[in-house]
């Protein structure tokens, strides 16, 4: 099924939560870019209410043939549905634990959906999880792999090198070149900024940002904001998880409010986000 067909699907079977937000542009039909359709997931937790989930504990029950015991299940996305359009940035926002990483992570197709379809255009890019990282290689060495993962040929890789390392500003942090250490002398913030900076080098279909922008300091943090903007322009769709209302007011036009795994609100980010607010 094309993705065109998959959005008309999703828009005929599942009007009570897939609203279609789709731009209002005059002459024009917009792509749709990513469609979830009735998405449900569901952790299983294994060994959590008896606390036995030793491997000598699965060994006793294996060889007594006995049923696997203590299993939780957690149901953290309930039914979702929705259709994202090219050119469109929107906010998830929602309570801790209302499942907006877990649906990135569905979208982003790290995380297979227990029921339910995801269709998209292109492989969506979970900002910061798909950059391949390896810790004991430089800097150095890591943007050149994030850049192969990304699909980059190694001439591609090269040329791109010097704009990622400078954006990240990692080759002159505190009058020290941090790009020809290993990763693990990073702190947690400047491995945030590489991987920012590996990612957005190249313009996305669908770029998904889990709170990347609360992480790196305020300077990197406007430089960051700045770089989606630009992506936004650049073609896809962003997603953006954030609990900063800023942030998703600086950057977003559409705003989905989940709550216990089942969508809330979905439409314009004003609006979405003074209802959130409780205005
Ligand atoms: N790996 C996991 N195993 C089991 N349960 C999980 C796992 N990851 C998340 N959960 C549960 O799924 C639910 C949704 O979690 P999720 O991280 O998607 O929420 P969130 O909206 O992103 O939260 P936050 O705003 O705190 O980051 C929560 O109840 C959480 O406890």
Known sequence: MSLAEAGAKAEVEVPEQGVPQQPQQVGEEVPPTVVVDDVHLV??????????????????RLALRK???GVT??????????VAYKGQAIGL????????STLLRCIAGLLPPTTGKIYSDGQPS?????AAMMNDLTGERNII?????????????????????????LN????????KLPMRTYSSGMAARLRFSIAAARSHDVLMIDEALATGDREFQLKSEAR??????EAGTVFLVSHSMKSIRDTCDRAIWLDQGVIKMDGPMEEVVNAYEGK
Do not use: P
């Not at 989606?228 to 322009?233: Q, S, W």
């Open 172 to 179: 002159n942090y505190n009058g020290k070149d941090f790009t």
């Open 228 to 233: 989606i903007r630009e992506l936004r322009k």
């Open 67 to 69: 049923k696997a015991t």
């Open 145 to 169: 792999l994030g850049c192969l993962a990304m699909g980059m040929t190694q001439r591609e890789a090269e040329a791109n090198y010097e704009q990622i390392a400078t954006f990240s500003g």
């Open 73 to 82: 299940e957690v149901h953290a996305v309930r039914g979702v549905s929705f």
């Open 93 to 100: 926002i929602g309570r801790n634990g209302s499942g907006k």
């Open 43 to 60: 952790y299983r937790v294994h060994g959590a209410s008896s606390g036995k989930g030793s491997a000598t504990s699965a060994l006793s």
């Open 126 to 130: 979970l900002l910061g999880v798909n």
